[in-house]
C-alpha cells in the first residue's frame, strides 16, 4: 500500500473491469454514440469530443464539466483480449485542465511579486 502525501495530486485515476462481452462489442459500445449513451450516460451528457483513437485497441475523449468551474478532462478507454474470449477494460481519468497545473506561490511565501518592466 502507498500512502499519498496531501500536497502530492495523483496523474490520473485508472480503473480495470474484466466484462463478459467479446472487445468487438465493447468497442463498439465506446465508439457508436447511440450505444454509448445508454451504457454510460455521464459521458454521453458530458459531449465528449473524441481525441485519439487506435482502432479497437483504444479511444480518448475530452470532456468539460457542465458546471462551474468547467474542468477539461481526458478519459481513455483501453481494450485488451483476454485468453477466455472475455474483454479487459482499462479506464484512464486524467484532469487535463491548463487551469490547475499552473502553480502558484503560497500566501505566506515571502516572495515580493515583480513586475516586469517595458
Known amino acids: ?32 454514440r447511440e450505444f454509448r449513451a445508454r451504457w454510460l450516460p455521464d459521458l454521453a451528457e458530458s459531449e465528449p469530443e473524441e481525441e485519439a483513437t487506435i482502432l479497437e485497441k483504444q479511444i480518448s475523449y475530452k470532456m468539460r464539466e457542465k458546471v462551474p468551474p468547467f474542468l477539461e478532462t481526458q478519459v481513455t478507454f483501453r481494450i485488451a483480449d483476454n485468453d477466455d ?34
Open 1 to 32: 500500500m502507498s500512502v499519498q502525501l496531501p500536497d502530492e495530486k495523483p496523474e490520473a485515476l485508472v480503473f480495470k473491469y474484466t466484462l463478459e462481452v467479446s472487445p468487438q462489442k465493447l468497442w463498439r459500445a465506446l465508439t457508436i
Open 85 to 118: 474470449g472475455t474483454a479487459m477494460l482499462t479506464i484512464i481519468h486524467q484532469l487535463t485542465d491548463a487551469r490547475i497545473r499552473q502553480q502558484r506561490d503560497a500566501a505566506n511565501s515571502n516572495h515580493v511579486p515583480m513586475m516586469m518592466a517595458a
